[in-house]
C-alpha cells in the first residue's frame, strides 16, 4: 500500500460515518520523457519565473491571482485557499444511489482504492460495501481534493471499494454534435453476419497484461540505435503504414470481411429436411352388386 494516503476523511452514510483512507488506484506507465537541450553546447535549457519589464523573480515573491476584469487581479496566498471551508474537505456524503449503467462512460475520470482508515471502522465498511453489491447500486456524492470538489461514484471492488471522480456535465462535448451527420441506415444483413462472425471469432477474456505500449519501446529502440550510430540521423521509412494520397479509400466491404474471417464465410446452420408427405389413401373398392 502506498505510505501516505491521497485523502483521509470519512464518507457518511445518513446518521453513519466511516472513516476511510483513498489512494490512488493507477500509476504512470513506463515513458519517455526528453529534455529541451541547446544544441551548440549539449546542455539543458532552464527556464526563469520571469515579470515583464522587472526580469527575473524570487519565487517566494510569487502569489496566485484571479484576473477579474482585463489587466486587474485579485491576489490570495496559499494559505488563504487552504482555509476556505468545504465540508466535503474532509467528508463525502452519499447523497443519492444509482444503476451503474446510468452513468456514461464520458463521466468516468479517475479511480481510487477506498480502505477503513482503522479496525473500528471496519465493521461500517464491510456492510455498505455490502449493500453496495447486493442492491447492486453506485453512490453518489462530493469530496473535495486538491483544490476542487468532485462529483464522485462509489462501488464495491473486492475486499475493498473504488472511489472514481467524475467530470460535470459542462465538461463533457455533447456527442450529438459529433454523430449528428452520420447515416442512421440499416446495415446490410450479410454484412452485418460477417461482421458478428469476426467479432465471435476473436472474443475472449481481457487480460490488461497482455498489452503493453509499443510506442515506448519503438523510442527506447530509436535512442539506442542513435547512441551506437554517434549522432547520426535516423529516419524511420514509413512503408507501408503511410497514408496513400489521393486515389479511391473505398474498399470491397463484404470482401474484406471475408478475407478477415480467414476466406471463409461464417457457417449458417443447416436447413431441416422436408417432411415427407404421407401417400394418399385410396379410395375404398366399390363391391359388386
Keep these: 500500500m502506498a505510505?501516505?494516503?491521497?485523502?483521509?476523511?470519512?464518507?457518511r452514510l445518513a446518521l453513519v460515518s466511516i472513516p476511510v483512507e483513498i489512494y490512488s488506484a493507477t500509476k504512470s506507465g513506463a515513458q519517455i520523457s526528453f529534455k529541451q537541450i541547446h544544441e551548440p553546447s549539449g546542455k539543458p535549457i532552464h527556464y526563469d519565473k520571469v515579470v515583464t519589464g522587472v526580469g527575473p523573480v524570487d519565487t517566494d515573491e510569487i502569489m496566485k491571482g484571479f484576473e477579474y476584469e482585463k489587466g486587474s487581479y485579485v491576489l490570495l496566498g496559499q494559505d488563504e485557499i487552504d482555509a476556505v471551508k468545504l465540508e466535503s474537505k474532509k467528508t463525502l456524503e452519499l447523497t443519492q444511489f444509482v444503476d451503474a449503467s446510468e452513468i456514461d462512460v464520458?463521466?468516468?475520470e479517475k479511480p481510487y482504492f477506498?480502505?477503513?482508515?482503522?479496525?473500528?471502522?471496519?465493521?461500517?465498511?464491510i456492510v455498505l460495501r455490502e449493500a453496495l453489491r447486493r442492491t447492486k447500486k453506485v453512490g453518489l456524492g462530493q469530496?473535495?481534493?486538491?483544490?476542487?470538489?468532485?462529483?464522485v461514484s462509489l462501488k464495491p471492488c473486492g475486499r475493498?471499494?473504488?472511489?472514481?471522480?467524475?467530470?460535470?456535465?459542462d465538461e463533457v462535448n455533447k456527442a450529438q454534435g459529433y454523430f449528428r451527420d452520420i447515416p442512421d441506415d440499416?446495415?446490410?444483413?450479410?454484412?452485418?453476419?460477417?461482421?458478428?462472425?469476426?467479432?465471435?471469432?476473436?472474443?475472449?477474456?481481457?487480460h490488461p497484461q497482455d498489452f503493453h505500449d509499443r510506442y515506448v519501446d519503438a523510442l527506447r529502440d530509436l535512442v539506442e540505435r542513435k547512441r551506437k550510430a554517434k549522432g547520426g540521423k535516423i529516419i524511420e521509412d514509413a512503408g507501408d503504414d503511410a497514408p496513400k494520397k489521393g486515389g479511391s479509400n473505398v474498399v470491397d466491404l463484404m470482401a474484406a470481411l471475408k478475407k478477415s474471417m480467414g476466406g471463409a464465410a461464417?457457417?449458417?446452420?443447416?436447413?431441416k429436411p422436408a417432411a415427407k408427405k404421407a401417400p394418399a389413401k385410396r379410395a375404398p373398392a366399390k363391391k359388386r352388386a
Design 3 to 11: 505510505a501516505r494516503a491521497y485523502w483521509q476523511g470519512q464518507i
Design 266 to 271: 461464417p457457417a449458417k446452420p443447416a436447413a
Design 186 to 206: 440499416t446495415p446490410d444483413a450479410d454484412l452485418m453476419e460477417l461482421a458478428e462472425a469476426l467479432i465471435e471469432k476473436k472474443s475472449g477474456a481481457f
Design 160 to 169: 475493498g471499494m473504488v472511489l472514481e471522480t467524475l467530470r460535470y456535465a
Design 143 to 151: 469530496l473535495a481534493m486538491r483544490g476542487r470538489e468532485y462529483v
Design 106 to 108: 464520458l463521466y468516468y
Design 114 to 125: 477506498v480502505v477503513p482508515a482503522d479496525d473500528l471502522a471496519e465493521e461500517a465498511f
